[in-house]
Structures are given as C-alpha cells and as structure tokens.
C-alpha cells in the first residue's frame, strides 16, 4: 500500500511538471503560426510600472517575428518571453532615441552574437537635432572603436567577430510623405516624422498582405502627416502617455486623450490598442478613455505585455 502511494505521488510529480512544461511553452506562442499579427513586448513608457516593460513591439507573419519596433528597458527578456527569433527579423524600427525606446538594444545585439544570424540586419530610426544624434551616430556612440561604450560589440557595425551587421537606415528630419525604410515580397515598411517635442521622432507603417499597422512612437498628435499614414488603419499602437489635463511641457511631447480620440476617429482607424501607459495615464484611464470615445468609435483595448493581436485578413 505504501509503495503504491509512493508510486503514485512520483506519477503526480511527473505529470505536475509535464503540465508545467506544456504551460510554459504555450505561453511562449501567444501569436500563433499563422496569418499577421502584433505582439506588445512592453507597454509601459520610461516610469517603472510593475508588469509593464518599456515601449516594444513585434510584427509577426505566419509564426515569425518580422519587425522588431523599439526595443526599450525589458524588451530582452520580452522578446525571449515571446519566442521570436532574432534570425527571423527583416527590421529593427526605432521610432526615437530616448531610453525606454532603445535602452535594451546592446542587450538584443549581443544575444545575437550567440544566434544562428549571419545576414544582414536594417534597422531604421531618425536623423539627429536639437541635442539627439542621428541613428548612425547613436549606434557608433554605443559599438564603435576605439571609443564607443560597448566596442566590444564593434563587430555589429561591419560583421566582423561572428557578429551579423546592423545596417542604418536613417529617415530624413520633417519627413511628412512615407519614406520607405524596408521592402520585400512580403512587407513593406515607411515611416513619417512625428512632433515629440524637441525629440527626433518617427511613426511607422507597416503593409503586409493588404493589411496595415501602425505604429505612432512617441508624439502630441498634432501632426496632419501622422493621421494620413494612419488612415483606415487596420490596427493603431498608440501612446497614451498623459491624461486630458497634462502640463504644457507634457502636451508638447504626448497625445492628449481628445488628440488621440479625434486623431483616430477622423482617420476612420479600424482598431487602436493604447500602449506606452504610465502611472499619470493609467491613474484616469476610465476617463480618458471616455474621452477617446467621444470622436472615435473603432474597437479599443488597452495594452498588456505579451498581449497578441492578430489583424483579420481583408
Ligand atoms: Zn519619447
């Protein structure tokens, strides 16, 4: 009788930890293997927020992570949770240079040292001004010799030292028509300037199988540019930084609730999910998001990190 309770406790076990494996790798799908979909990676801004990882997203295209858009403090663990793959991306998209847009991309590049990646890796963002470098000087100030702060990782700039090679695609200043940072048989991906206060910045869009997805970055939703790149929109990841009665310096950097409602209204965008939520946005967020009502009608959900959200095909 003893033995048998005996063996049936270690059967339990077994079976404990099988279920347990099986959780863990279907955590680890959440977008599935097939058709488009976006997955947050992080849906908090540069404020710590228990749960929410600073800004990044994933494009994925039947089970593969295509299009990496910022890469933010927490995106490296992230982007492990979501099971993509760096030898699957065809683009890193940084939208601007603050740190909780970029500050775990050194981390991403050295783990992809340790990747089957050989090819060559675009990766797009923002000419410089005001007091922020270009893309090609920010890279070369975090990987180049002798002075960069990881030289260690210089091989990233040319592909030497069983690196695979960043390749910068820099977006001209006060872009207003898309410019085209990537195209394949597949994607293609155009970008537009933002007004993020004196902050470089850029959104983007990204068309695959007739579908589009946008992404605004960081920006007030000021700009008439933004809303055509966002028109009919099959999904919008919008920030939502600030509430109504932001201060003025806030206002100048981020999208009011009423911007943002009256913005994807008026672009007739089919489904927004509001992202880059910090403790000043989240603390009204019913009311916010009454207030994005009052002018837009599409669906509306409220990031989660690893949330997936995949776009009906046309
Ligand atoms: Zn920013």
Redesign the pocket.
């Known amino acids: 009788m003893v033995r048998n309770q005996q063996h049936i406790m270690v059967r339990l076990g077994k079976l404990a930890a099988t279920l347990a494996v099986l959780a863990a790798s279907s955590a680890t799908n959440a977008c599935g293997t097939d058709g488009v979909a976006v997955q947050i990676l992080g849906s908090g801004?540069?404020s710590v927020v228990d749960q929410r990882a600073s800004?990044s997203n994933i494009v994925w295209v039947d089970g593969r992570a295509r299009v990496l858009v910022d890469a933010g403090g927490g995106a490296f663990l992230r982007f492990a949770e979501s099971s993509a793959k760096i030898e699957d991306l065809s683009l890193i998209a940084i939208?601007?240079l603050?740190a909780?847009?970029v500050a775990d991309l050194p981390a991403l590049v050295k783990s992809g040292y340790f990747s089957d990646r050989t090819r060559v890796l675009p990766i797009s963002g923002p000419s410089g001004g005001n007091d922020f470098p270009s893309l090609s000087e920010f890279l070369n100030a975090e990987f180049s010799e002798p002075r960069g702060a990881f030289r260690y990782l210089s091989g990233s700039l040319d592909g030497s030292d069983g690196f695979f090679k960043l390749e910068p695609r820099q977006v001209p200043a006060n872009t207003k028509k898309p410019f085209e940072v990537f195209r394949d048989a597949d994607l293609t991906v155009t970008a537009v300037s933002v007004p993020?206060g004196p902050?470089p910045?850029l959104a983007y869009r990204v068309d695959v199988r007739g579908m589009h997805l946008v992404f605004s970055?960081?920006q007030n939703g000021s700009a008439d540019s933004f809303w055509r790149l966002a028109t009919n929109a099959d999904l919008l990841i919008m920030a939502h930084?600030v509430p109504e009665d932001a201060d003025p310096v806030a206002r100048k950097?981020h999208a009011t609730p009423s911007a943002i409602g009256l913005g994807a209204g008026q672009s007739r965008v089919k489904h927004m999910i509001l992202t880059h939520l910090m403790a000043r946005s989240l603390r009204t967020l019913d009311a916010n998001i009454a207030l994005i009502r009052k002018s837009y009608t599409g669906k509306l959900d409220i990031a989660t990190d690893l949330a997936c959200y995949p776009v009906p095909a046309p």
Request: without cysteine.
């Open positions: 801004g540069p800004a939208t601007h603050h909780d847009h993020h902050v910045a970055g960081d930084a950097l």
